[in-house]
């Protein structure tokens, strides 16, 4: 039982026997950490077989990502239910091994998510698996921290309480859509340090457009502060700093100067413990704040392509940036029958050229479609894999 009266779920994952407190040395890691570094050795190796063997058949490649569990996390509650799906299926759809969801919703949007969900399962068997679970918050405060910013948005601050016997896992905004598997995305948590219990990106690549080094009334970490909508969550470590305790006393002292919610009480937090926090670059949380001033300030979507896209404010609902709606009503209209080639890939080549060179981020399409191009080679290997195998079965 956590501190909160919620019921560690049946089923939920284990901790693993060498539980990893954040001041240990890195050598000796969590379950989460082991699998990770064979997942990104693993990889490594099916690049060299792809090199040296490009000839040979399908059925000598191995299979890098079968005892690979990605746990992700959203908090739906008002209007967002619809938004909050679309988002989870996508990683539904570009992953490779499997994901479990952990939905945070309103209790009277249980039954119309776990009808979605089942759907979703059905549809990918043996891929997706989910816990639906209700909004908690710290008894006594309740209200205020179901209020404060968006609805529901400070839940995830007290995920490490309410899933105890949950090792790791990435908390998402439900405006978010990947473009990549998800499994690419966790395996930045063998990047940490021995001190570093959560990562995200930062709030921004331009000081003169930045808003917390403008208009902050409050602490914030680095230069320019931090985008919350995305975090990779350790939350063992995050037990054994006693970070709910943290997070309660950063807001009791900052308080009065909070605007974004919990994005600027994490600012505030590893202002003070900046060790805490790993950064990954902004590709990985691609958001119209960078490239809706007639440039693209994010560097790294030119060159490695966009691997998730964060449609913040509405965007993905709104005409303004026709991109990315494009991309969010594609993947919410896929029917995992199709196929990513003809399902997503297709129709995004089609439309996607189409919009208009002038405009709020309407020549970014092309890095918005460079991931899903890289993604199709792994999509024929792994689709010629499970042929290979479905017909050593039936045979």
Same mark, same amino acid.
């Given at each position: 039982?956590?501190?909160?009266g919620?019921? /560690?779920?049946?089923g ?8 990893? %407190?954040?001041?240990t040395?890195?050598? =000796? ?7 990770a570094?064979?997942? +990104? ?16 058949s399908?059925?000598?490649v191995?299979?890098? @990502?079968?005892?690979l569990t990605?746990?992700l /996390?959203?908090v ?19 992953t ?6 952990y939905?945070?919703a ?10 979605r969900?089942?759907?979703m399962?059905?549809?990918?068997k &043996? ?13 006594? +405060?309740?209200d205020? #921290? ?9 839940? @995830?601050?007290?995920?490490?309480d309410?899933?105890?016997?949950t090792d790791?896992?990435?908390y998402?905004?439900?405006?978010i859509?990947? *473009?990549r ?8 948590? +063998? ?9 995200? %990106? =930062? ?7 930045g808003?917390y080094?403008?208009?902050?009334r409050? !602490? ?10 995305? *975090?990779?969550? +350790?939350?063992?470590?995050m037990?054994k ?8 006393k ?6 009065s ?16 413990y900046?060790?805490?926090l ?7 949380n ?8 007639g440039?693209?300030d994010c ?6 392509g966009i ?6 404010r ?17 993947? &919410? ?5 199709s ?7 297709? !129709?995004? *080549? ?14 970014m #399409?092309?890095a *918005?479609i ?13 689709f ?6 479905i017909?050593q079965?039936? %045979?």
């Amino acid at each position: 039982v956590s501190r909160y009266g919620v019921q /560690a779920q049946e089923g939920a994952p284990q901790l693993g026997p060498n539980v990893v %407190s954040i001041n240990t040395d890195h050598s =000796p890691l969590s379950n989460l950490d082991k699998i990770a570094a064979s997942v +990104n050795e693993s990889r490594q190796q099916e690049v060299q077989t792809e090199t040296d063997n490009d000839k040979k058949s399908s059925q000598d490649v191995p299979d890098t @990502r079968k005892n690979l569990t990605v746990y992700l /996390a959203v908090v739906v509650c008002g209007n967002r239910m619809e938004e909050a799906l679309t988002m989870l299926k996508s990683a539904a759809i570009f992953t490779f091994t499997k994901v479990h969801f952990y939905v945070f919703a309103e209790d009277h949007l249980h039954a119309p998510i776990r009808e979605r969900l089942k759907q979703m399962s059905d549809a990918v068997k &043996e891929t997706i698996s989910y816990d639906v679970l209700p909004i908690q918050f710290p008894k006594g +405060n309740e209200d205020m #921290w179901k209020t404060l910013f968006k609805p529901c948005a400070c839940q @995830r601050l007290f995920l490490p309480d309410l899933l105890v016997d949950t090792d790791a896992l990435i908390y998402l905004d439900t405006d978010i859509l990947f *473009m990549r598997p998800p499994e690419d995305l966790w395996n930045f948590f +063998n990047e940490f340090n021995s001190t570093q219990l959560a990562g995200v %990106s =930062p709030e921004g690549e331009d000081a003169p457009t930045g808003w917390y080094n403008k208009h902050a009334r409050h !602490p914030y970490y680095g230069e320019l502060g931090i985008n919350s909508g995305i *975090m990779l969550m +350790n939350l063992t470590r995050m037990r054994k700093a006693n970070w709910n305790d943290i997070v309660l006393k950063k807001y009791q002292d900052y308080r009065s100067g909070i605007v974004f919610g919990d994005q600027d009480i994490l600012n505030v937090v590893f202002h003070f413990y900046p060790e805490m926090l790993y950064t990954f670059t902004c590709d990985w949380n691609y958001r119209p704040d960078h490239c809706r001033y007639g440039r693209n300030d994010c560097k790294h979507a030119d060159k490695n392509g966009i691997s998730l896209l964060h449609g913040n404010r509405q965007i993905f609902h709104k005409d303004d940036f026709p991109p990315f709606r494009m991309v969010y009503d594609v993947i &919410e209209g896929y029917n995992f029958v199709s196929g990513v080639p003809h399902g997503i890939y297709d !129709p995004l *080549m089609k439309y996607l050229p189409t919009v208009r060179k002038s405009g709020y981020c309407n020549n970014m #399409w092309k890095a *918005m479609i460079k991931i899903i191009k890289k993604y199709l080679k792994q999509y024929k290997r792994q689709f010629r894999r499970r042929s290979v195998n479905i017909e050593q079965n039936t %045979s």
